[in-house]
Nanobody, 127 residues
Framework: QGQLVESGGGSVQAGGFLRLSCATS????????MGWFRQAPGKEREAVAT???????TYAESVRGRFTIFEDAAKNTLYLQLNSLNSEDAAMYYC?????????????????????WGQGTQVTVSS
């Protein structure tokens, strides 16, 4: 059984950037939908971006144009590039994976639950 391990979080100034990584060893061949989520203190967890095995990426409105989800299959790693960070982006970021049925759409994350989660990596944004 594989595991998801996030890294790359840290503290940056507003306007700065970070690249989060998620080691997906043991998962990628079985899971056809990967995603990044975040949870800020006192707030519910929210989806940030998902990436299907077809290469289609979907983003939350709040991050579209600033964040990019992509993967390096050779390295078994999923990434989330965070640009133009602001205080609203400060949160614990989690990598997640799920195997969807062929009819399901990885981008419609409200329709299903991700079953596998990493431990998270913290992103702090200072003004």
């Amino acid at each position: 059984q594989g595991q998801l391990v996030e890294s790359g979080g840290g503290s940056v100034q507003a306007g700065g950037f970070l690249r989060l990584s998620c080691a997906t060893s043991g998962y990628r061949n079985r899971m056809n939908c990967m995603g990044w989520f975040r949870q800020a203190p006192g707030k519910e967890r929210e989806a940030v971006a998902t990436l299907g095995s077809d290469g289609v990426a979907t983003y939350a409105e709040s991050v579209r144009g600033r964040f990019t989800i992509f993967e390096d299959a050779a390295k078994n790693t999923l990434y989330l590039q965070l640009n133009s960070l602001n205080s609203e982006d400060a949160a614990m970021y989690y990598c997640a994976a799920v195997r969807l049925s062929p009819r399901a759409n990885c981008g419609t994350w409200s329709d299903f639950e991700f079953g596998s989660w990493g431990q998270g990596t913290q992103v702090t944004v200072s003004s």
